[in-house]
């Protein structure tokens, strides 16, 4: 479902698109929203840039503004933006992309589409629970985003396959309907079946060390292979499941308060020495909740997070797989919602 601003923005009266960019948006309309958007108030920070509300004809968008000496992921994220075909209801809808600026001053900026709620470990520490089809709902869209990226989709428009390289939760952010989007592209690398090549070919510590798959963590991962990156990110996203597990509440039992994983070992920004020994040598994982295991779908959610973080990379489920397996879940909890309501209807 499109939302009126993304209308306006992709289909400007008597434009033609002829930039062939994956986001449809001319480099012309880009540039002229940049220098329209005012930017209202500052809503995060990242270790690239900061992230602003602002308004374009009236209409929220979010702005980042890249700090100086980021460039690289500045110009990363809105190539891959601008190359790709990008669209999809679970990754963040892009807008525009600028540099600007003359002598010594450039500014950087990207601009998506608004999220209020803004990401999902800011929405997971501030919202008071989930109920079990929130959790899966949050989740299935999720998996849906991370394997639309992990997918290379061949033809014109088409994408290459991406590898994420950074999920976490402050790197997904929740959309009005509770559903996520994936975002954050600015360590994301590109494969193309074509040419077999990674571009760029990415250095093997690079992401947010918590989230640091135990390949990471021990130099065993080759960069050289495409499948190792997207096995790293999906021991990345079963942390982001045991987050949003944490949150849900099920029958008989309380949500336990939010926390980031490993929080009780590793303090602010860990090195990569202190989580090698959690996660590789002492095979340390968050704490699975008993409560979650008393009914089917969370002990099923549960199964799956655990087979995404297993030590051996080539052991973990795919973005697919998961998908797929949330899908399940999800269309099997409607039905017994939809019963269980019949039901109480019927007494
Ligand atoms: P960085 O590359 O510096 O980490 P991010 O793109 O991850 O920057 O954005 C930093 C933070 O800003 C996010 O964790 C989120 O809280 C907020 N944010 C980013 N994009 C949006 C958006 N489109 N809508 C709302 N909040 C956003
Ligand atoms: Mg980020
Ligand atoms: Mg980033």
């Not at 080759?222 to 099920?250: I, K, N, P």
């Amino acid at each position: 479902q499109q939302e009126p601003m993304t209308q306006s923005l992709y289909s400007p009266p008597g434009l033609e698109f002829s930039s062939g960019s994956g986001s449809g948006v001319p480099k012309i309309v880009q540039r002229t929203i940049a220098k329209e958007v005012c930017h209202l108030q500052a809503v995060g920070r990242g270790r690239f840039g900061e992230v602003w509300r602002g308004e374009w004809r009236h209409e929220d968008v979010a702005v980042k503004v890249f700090y100086s000496t980021e460039e690289a992921s500045w110009a990363r994220e809105s190539s891959i933006y601008e190359q790709c075909l990008m669209r999809h209801e679970n990754v963040l809808a892009f807008l525009a992309s600028d540099i600007c600026g003359t002598g010594g001053w450039t500014q950087m900026v990207l601009i998506t589409e608004y999220h209020p709620l803004g990401s999902l470990h800011d929405f997971l520490s501030q919202q008071p629970v989930l109920t079990l089809g929130n959790t899966i709902r949050l989740l299935f869209s999720a998996a849906k985003g991370l394997a639309f990226l992990h997918t290379e989709i061949c033809g014109s428009p088409g994408k290459p396959a991406l590898a994420h390289r950074d999920i976490k939760s402050r790197n997904i952010l929740v959309k009005t309907g509770g559903v996520c989007c994936i975002a954050d592209l600015g360590l994301a690398v590109r494969y193309s079946s074509i040419n077999g090549m990674i571009d760029p070919s990415p250095p093997l510590v690079q992401g947010t060390k918590r989230y640091f798959a135990p390949e990471i963590l021990d130099s065993s991962l080759d960069t050289r292979c495409f499948e190792s990156l997207t096995q790293a990110d999906m021991y990345a996203f079963a942390l982001v499941v045991w987050e949003t597990l944490l949150r849900c509440r099920l029958p008989d039992s309380d949500p336990v308060p939010y926390r980031l994983p490993f929080s009780e070992h590793a303090p602010n920004d860990p090195s990569v020495e202190l989580m090698q020994s959690l996660v590789c040598e002492q095979a340390l994982r968050p704490t699975v909740c008993q409560h979650w295991l008393t009914s089917s779908y969370s002990s099923a959610v549960v199964e799956m997070m655990t087979e995404c973080w297993q030590h051996r990379a080539s052991a973990r489920l795919t973005s697919l797989r998961v998908k797929k397996c949330l899908r399940d879940l999800d269309e099997s909890f409607r039905r017994s919602d939809v019963q269980g309501a019949e039901a109480d209807g019927n007494c």
